[in-house]
C-alpha cells in the first residue's frame, strides 16, 4: 500500500467516505483525518466496528476461495472498497492465476488504489462506477473493452459485501434484481450485511448513535435488515450450505484470526452465498 493516501481532488479532505473509514477501521492508510475522526466516533459508539470489519474481510475471502475452487473464472466486486490485505484478485488468483476481476467502487480513491496495485495484473481492472445504477454497470459491460475482463454470458461471481445496507429498502429490488437476473447459468452471488439483530445486541440509542455517525460525517443513510430481507434478495438462486449466517459461521477455518471466531458473540452481520444452478 501506498503512504501518503492518495488525493483525487482538492474537495476530497473535507468530508468522510465509507471507503476510507472501513480502510481506517482495517489499519489502511488511505484515509485522511474526516476519516479517522469519524471512525473513532463509530468505535466510542459501537467499540466492535473494527471487529465487524475483519470479520467481513475474513468471510469475504472464504467465499471467493470457495467459488474460485468451483471454477468460476471471474468475480465482479461491487463497492469493492480500497484495497488492503487479502483482496478479492489475490485469493482468486491464488487458485486460477487466469481467473478476472472487476472491482466497481463510487469513492475515487478505492479506484485510483486498486488499479495501481493491479498494473501489472491485465486480467483485473477497477472503474469508479455506482451499484445504485445497475444499468449503468450492465451497459458498461456490454461495451467491448469491459466485456474483455467480465463476459456476463460466462458464470460470474457478484460480490455486495457490505454494501447493500447503503441502499434504502424502497431502492433494494431495483438495485439488485437487475444485476442478479442478468446473470449466466452457473452463476454466483456473494453478499454480506449488517443484520437487524444489531438491534437485540446493542441498545436503541448505541443503533442509533452508529447510524448518525455514518448520516453526519458520511451522507450515508444504514439499513438494517432482517434475515427474511436478505435471504429474498437472493431471488431463485440456491444458498450453499450453510446459509445466511453469522459471518463468522460461514465455513470458518481453522486458526484464521475471525475476532469472533472464539466468543459466544457471533458477528452481527450475516452472509450467504449463493449460486444459479
Ligand atoms: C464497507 S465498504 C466494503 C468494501 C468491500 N466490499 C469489503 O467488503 O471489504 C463499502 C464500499 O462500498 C462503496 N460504495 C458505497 N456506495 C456505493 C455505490 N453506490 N456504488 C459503488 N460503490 C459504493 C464504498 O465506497 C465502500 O468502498
Request: contains cysteine.
Amino acid at each position: 500500500m501506498s503512504s501518503p493516501p492518495t488525493s483525487t481532488s482538492s474537495h476530497d479532505q473535507g468530508r468522510a467516505t465509507v471507503a476510507r473509514i472501513y480502510d481506517y477501521l482495517l489499519g489502511g492508510k488511505q484515509n485522511f483525518e474526516a476519516d479517522r475522526e469519524a471512525a473513532r466516533r463509530l468505535l466510542q459508539a459501537i467499540p466492535d466496528s473494527a471487529n465487524i470489519a475483519r470479520s467481513n474481510r475474513l468471510f469475504m475471502q472464504r467465499a471467493v476461495r470457495t467459488l474460485a475452487e468451483d471454477g468460476i473464472k471471474q468475480f465482479l466486486d461491487l463497492g469493492s472498497g480500497i484495497p488492503t490485505q487479502g483482496n478479492v484478485h489475490e485469493i482468486a488468483q491464488a487458485i486460477d492465476p487466469n481467473i478476472r476481476v472487476l472491482y466497481v467502487d463510487i469513492d475515487p480513491v478505492a479506484v485510483v488504489v486498486s488499479n495501481q496495485i493491479l498494473r501489472d495484473n491485465p486480467t483485473c481492472r477497477a472503474i469508479e462506477g455506482d451499484f445504485t445504477r445497475p444499468d449503468l454497470i450492465l451497459d458498461a459491460l456490454a461495451d467491448g473493452d469491459l466485456a474483455s475482463v467480465i463476459d456476463l454470458d460466462q458464470p460470474t461471481a457478484v460480490l455486495y459485501c457490505s454494501v447493500l445496507q447503503q441502499v434504502p429498502d424502497d431502492r433494494i429490488d431495483a438495485v439488485v434484481t437487475p444485476i442478479r437476473e442478468r446473470l449466466a447459468p452457473g452463476s454466483a452471488m456473494v453478499m454480506s450485511h449488517i443484520s437487524a439483530t444489531v438491534a437485540d445486541r446493542y441498545d436503541n440509542t448505541t443503533v442509533s448513535e452508529g447510524k448518525a455517525v455514518f448520516r453526519a460525517r458520511a451522507a450515508t443513510e444504514i439499513t438494517l435488515r432482517t434475515d427474511a430481507q436478505l435471504a429474498a434478495l437472493f431471488g431463485d438462486l440456491t444458498l450453499l450450505e450453510p446459509g445466511l449466517v453469522p459471518l463468522n459461521e460461514w465455513r470458518p477455518e481453522l486458526g484464521e484470526p475471525d475476532p469472533y471466531a472464539a466468543g459466544p458473540t457471533p458477528s452481527p452481520m450475516r452472509g450467504a452465498v449463493a449460486i444459479d444452478l
